[in-house]
């Protein structure tokens, strides 16, 4: 069972920036794809980011590229997310999910954390 623990999220203002840490339980974490998802009020669910076991492969969704960037350290067993350049409609709950594969789809990620809220004011 792999736990997974965001923290990081607050409130900040359109323009600014935040950066989302997400620890994992497991040992195994090297092994692991790495996800960000978010949901916001009344939406579902959607997919943020992905990055690969190793770090060499990335995916982004295209309302967050150029401004979003993932990264892992697989010996800290982390994975963050620097947000810059926020704005309201980045506004949501962030969580950080794990899996086999890079995927946008959440069905193809095992576990998931509990979720930190980001809120951006205008």
């Known amino acids: 069972q792999v736990q997974l623990v965001e923290s990081g999220g607050g409130l900040v203002q359109a323009g600014g920036s935040l950066r989302l840490s997400c620890a994992a339980s497991e040992r195994t974490f090297s092994s692991l794809v790495m996800g960000w998802f978010r949901q916001a009020p009344g939406k579902e669910r959607e997919f943020v980011t992905a990055?690969?076991?190793?770090?060499?492969?990335?995916d982004y969704a295209d309302s967050v590229k150029g401004r979003f960037t993932i990264s892992r350290d697989n010996a800290k067993k982390k994975v963050y997310l620097q947000m810059n350049s926020l704005k309201p409609e980045d506004t949501a709950v962030y969580y950080c999910a794990a899996g086999a594969r890079v995927s946008i789809a959440s069905t193809s990620y095992d576990y998931w954390g509990q979720g930190t809220q980001v809120t951006v004011s205008s």
């Open positions: 990055i690969s076991w190793s770090g060499g492969s990335t």
